[in-house]
């Protein structure tokens, strides 16, 4: 109460500069009732984000936001995509607290919990900064622009055993078999739903998917429920070549680990973006506004960028981001829409369909 | 007799409603064909569900193969190493005894791990093999892999059973059969062994319960050649189709207490005969080491190799992969070496707080552990009424059921049981969640320090006019003190080895490094898994060498 009242003071004794102070916060081109939003926010206090994105790789971003919000702390819980969901659909159930923001590279699952009513509609100031397929109806973004990459064992592979495209991995499999025989990896779909997602991305954009199954059947292929472990066998040589394995992760290790080698495919190049939402029950509404606004902002994705998860903004430069990666693949990158056309596979009749068909196409390989 | 007192009602009233709420739960939900927060309808369509799926039945296949197999592995070898250490003159004995149990104590992701890093196809001892003998002989992905690993790694389980028993027993029929020229291979199989074969059997049916439950070592050796086994399977429900499919998992956890149950009912029966057995034969007499002669080399061989296998090759593999960046075929490990795994972990707060975590639930969660296990086992204690019999089955229902979905089920009761709810966020949920999951081994440990306590001692101060509270205070409780302690140290123990029951309850505030370790391992952080798990061996090595300082006595 003493506190509060002598802060009351020290802002009354202030108060010539605090329209001042206030204004210079609202970042340009918003528009002026901003400032009423971040001095909600403040009252708020914190922002907590439910986050895919592990706590070291969002490190940077979220000090930058405390930097420039003072007095708002992000309260960040880095855990699975089905664990984001779980959690937020079971608090939500039983009226618990939850998440302010949702932030998860499982773009099904984000577009259905915003689809079943789960997400607060708003204008972010920043919509017209990313394009159009990353926005969906003013409730969930996309936030980043991650390729999805063919990963390889430097050390092991070499010259044309690389496949340079998705046809040229059907290529590879089938030539050189000997020396890949048990050795390639990449999602278990069933364990994985991002694996599960990216699969039937590729079985739309590849017209040649079959052939691309049955090869990898024929491979004898290992597959993982995380481009973790992935990576790490991969690394090890216990496997020698991954595919659908998010780039940002393996430029992540590849920074570290001299073994591991990245291959955007050149035929076509699936592209993911992290989907962000507000709850609709937020209890740090206006926090949780800043805090998207933010990411999507110039000086957020830079952030992004700089941690390697690859900025959507068009202005903000880079290898792996959307500026980058326009220059280097053009239209053959391929982004996945953040689109109820998502929902699709997340229908148990057809999900279990296309399991079936996949493990049969494995099957049939071998 | 007399009245139940208010206190007693109300500490067996809690057992059961920490045991039933969440069974309850998993039972209900397993009929529903939703989960049962969202609309839902009644039906038996999980268990129709499941039942059709082939991958169930390849797992329930496997799980069956894996639980025999560490059955006929674990009992001889695990007999014939308690008749090594009890009753011969090999030599080491003091020493080896701990390292003997490090397997029971070492959670079996961080074992898992550390095989994959040291025996998979490119492990440090699979190249070293390599060179020497141009291929690796073994496959540790294979379900036969699979299958010895868990074997050897359970040894230690009917090591601790059949020596105890044997401990018990006089030596004068050995001796009596090593002087008229048996070898002492002989005097094992013939003399020694049959004598505790009631002992065998139930850490046979032990070993095969475990086995049927077991998670962390085909979680992680499973995954390339897609071994699935119940607890995985169920695992793997998370996300086959897509949203969480929580009727199907508790669907398949209902079909694994509908075998683990009867298992353990059968566990304390043959537990009960197998006290009776050596009260009629043992008489504890005095007890000479018999002398192998040249079979000791042999025999130092064959638990050096056990050792070997079973503690050095997973946990120098553990360490190894802790402190380098990558590793593999062609890598030279001086190139790679690193303490960044590390600073990573103390710079991660998330990594941090698990750390302090597990140590807390160790420390402090074990002794309050310790305090409820010693409050059920004192309403119970020296009454042979309906109300003790009900608790002496009550305490085994949680063994049955998979640590994973008892924390799935701890998860449900604290979001949707409001008194509770407060909790959730808080170390105290798993501390509930790994108090009630380890419920009957904390009870054994605790009635068996009760059982100690001569009837007489109570009586004299019952005669003098105490009442129970006061008996229980001034009399029996100073008398178990030091069993008290040790329980705590082998709950410290087995609380900071837990992995599966912290899974679905993991959030901030709640990290333990177990449940850390399958998440980090779901989402890839090998070097964090490696640096995580080597700290997790240095935790429960610590309260190792704290237990034999102070001379626990390891053998229960």
């Not at chain 1, 081109?29 to 592990?54: F, H, L, R």
């Not at chain 1, 989907?275 to 029950?281: A, D």
């Not at chain 2, 189709?241 to 398949?252: C, F, I, K, N, Q």
């Not at chain 2, 069993?483 to 599966?500: D, Q």
Request: charged letters at 15%; a positive charge; one cysteine or more.
């Amino acid at each position: 109460m003493n506190r509060s009242r002598r802060t009351l003071l020290a802002v009354a004794a202030t108060a010539a500069l605090v329209p001042l102070l206030a204004a210079a916060q609202v970042p340009a081109g918003y528009p002026a009732n901003y400032a009423d939003v971040i001095a909600t926010a403040k009252k708020e206090g914190k922002v907590v984000v439910y986050s895919t994105t592990d706590t070291a790789s969002a490190n940077a971003l979220i000090k930058d936001f405390q930097a420039l919000y003072p007095g708002i702390s992000v309260e960040y819980n880095d855990m699975n995509s089905t664990e984001v969901y779980n959690r937020f659909i079971s608090e939500r159930a039983a009226n618990a607290g939850s998440a302010d923001v949702l932030w998860s590279s499982a773009m099904d699952l984000q577009i259905k919990l915003a689809n079943d009513g789960g997400a607060l509609e708003y204008a972010s100031p920043e919509i017209s900064t990313i394009p159009a397929w990353a926005v969906w109806k003013n409730q969930a973004f996309g936030s980043t622009y991650e390729p999805i990459a063919i990963v390889y064992n430097k050390r092991l592979l070499t010259g044309d055993e690389i496949p340079q495209s998705h046809a040229d991995l059907t290529r590879v499999l089938t030539t050189k078999l000997d020396k890949l025989k048990g050795k390639v990896t990449t999602y278990d779909i069933e364990k994985s739903g991002v694996g599960f997602m990216l699969i039937t991305q590729d079985s739309k954009q590849n017209p040649k998917f079959w052939d691309l199954a049955k090869a990898l059947g024929a491979a004898g292929p290992r597959f993982q429920s995380s481009a973790g472990t992935m990576m790490e066998r991969i690394s090890s040589g216990e496997n020698v070549l991954g595919f659908n394995i998010f780039a940002s992760y393996a430029a992540l290790r590849a920074k570290k680990d001299p073994s591991i080698g990245i291959v955007l495919p050149k035929d076509y190049c699936l592209v993911m973006s992290r989907v962000m939402f507000i709850s609709k029950t937020a209890k740090n509404p206006n926090a949780a506004k800043l805090w998207l606004d933010y990411v999507l902002s110039k000086r957020g994705q830079a952030q992004i960028a700089a941690s390697d998860l690859g900025s959507i903004r068009a202005d903000v430069e880079g290898e792996m981001t959307a500026a980058g990666i326009s220059k280097t693949l053009g239209d053959r990158a391929k982004p996945i829409p953040v689109s109820t056309d998502l929902l699709g596979y997340l229908d148990q009749t057809k999900r279990l369909e296309f399991i079936k068909q996949w493990t049969a196409a494995i099957k049939g390989g071998k | 007799m007399t009245r139940t007192s208010p206190a007693r009602i109300g500490v067996i009233g809690l057992t059961a409603l920490a045991v039933f709420l969440p069974l309850g739960l998993i039972v209900y939900q397993s009929l529903l064909n939703a989960p049962f927060f969202m609309p839902h309808a009644p039906g038996v369509g999980a268990f129709a569900f499941i039942f059709a799926d082939s991958d169930f039945w390849d797992a329930f296949q496997n799980s069956l193969v894996i639980a025999a197999s560490m059955s006929l592995i674990a009992v001889p070898l695990g007999g014939i190493l308690a008749f090594l250490m009890v009753r011969t003159d090999l030599p080491g004995r003091r020493w080896i005894e701990p390292v003997l149990l490090i397997p029971v104590f070492v959670s079996p992701m961080v074992l898992a791990f550390g095989y994959v890093v040291s025996a998979g196809p490119v492990g440090f001892y699979s190249v070293w093999a390599k060179q020497l003998v141009g291929g690796v002989p073994w496959n540790v992905y294979s379900l036969t892999g699979i299958a010895i690993i868990a074997g050897l790694t359970h040894v230690p389980h009917v090591y601790l059973y059949s020596s105890a028993a044997l401990k018990s027993l006089g030596s004068d029929v050995e001796e009596a059969a090593r002087m008229t020229g048996s070898s002492p291979f002989r005097v094992a199989r013939d003399v020694s062994l049959p004598m505790v074969a009631p002992s065998l059997l139930f850490s046979g049916v032990l070993v095969f319960f475990l086995g049927f439950e077991i998670f962390g070592l085909p979680l992680v050796l499973g995954d390339p050649e897609g071994h699935l086994v119940l607890a995985t399977y169920l695992y793997k429900l998370t996300n086959k189709l897509g949203t969480p499919s929580y009727h199907l998992m508790a669907a398949v956890a209902v079909c694994i207490v509908a075998v683990t149950f009867p298992l353990v009912i059968l566990q304390r029966y043959l537990l009960k005969n197998a006290g009776k057995y050596v009260t009629v034969k043992g008489k504890a007499g005095r007890q000479r080491p018999l002398p192998l002669g040249n079979w000791r080399w042999i025999a130092a061989a064959l638990l050096g190799l056990w050792l070997f296998l079973t503690v050095i090759v997973p946990i120098s593999g553990i360490a190894l992969r802790a402190f380098v960046s990558n590793w593999g075929e062609g890598v030279t490990l001086a190139d790679v070496w690193t303490l960044d795994h590390f600073r990573e972990v103390f710079a991660q707060p998330t990594l941090l707080r698990g750390i302090l975590n597990t140590v807390l639930i160790g420390v402090i969660g074990g002794a309050l552990a310790v305090a409820c296990y010693t409050a059920i086992g004192l309403a119970t204690h020296r009454k042979n009424d309906g109300w003790s019999r009900f608790v002496d089955y009550l305490v085994l229902v949680p063994r049955a059921i998979p640590g994973l979905l008892a924390g799935l089920a701890f998860l449900w009761v604290f979001l949707f049981f409001p008194p509770l709810a407060p909790l959730r966020t808080t170390i105290a949920s798993i501390w509930i969640a790994y108090t009630v999951v380890w419920l009957a081994y904390g009870m054994r440990l605790v009635s068996s320090s009760l059982l100690q306590v001569g009837p007489e001692l109570e009586e004299a101060a019952r005669t003098a006019g105490a009442p129970r509270g006061r008996v229980s205070r001034d009399v029996t409780l100073p008398l178990i003190r030091y069993g008290l302690l040790a329980s705590w140290l082998l709950v410290f123990m087995i609380f900071e080895r837990e992995y599966s029951t912290g899974v679905y309850l993991l959030g901030p505030g709640t990290e333990v490094i177990g449940s850390l370790l399958v998440s980090l391992w779901g989402s890839g952080g090998a070097d964090m898994v490696a640096a995580l798990s080597l700290i997790n061996v240095v935790l429960v090595a610590v309260g190792l060498a704290v237990a034999l300082r102070f001379g626990v006595n390891l053998h229960d």
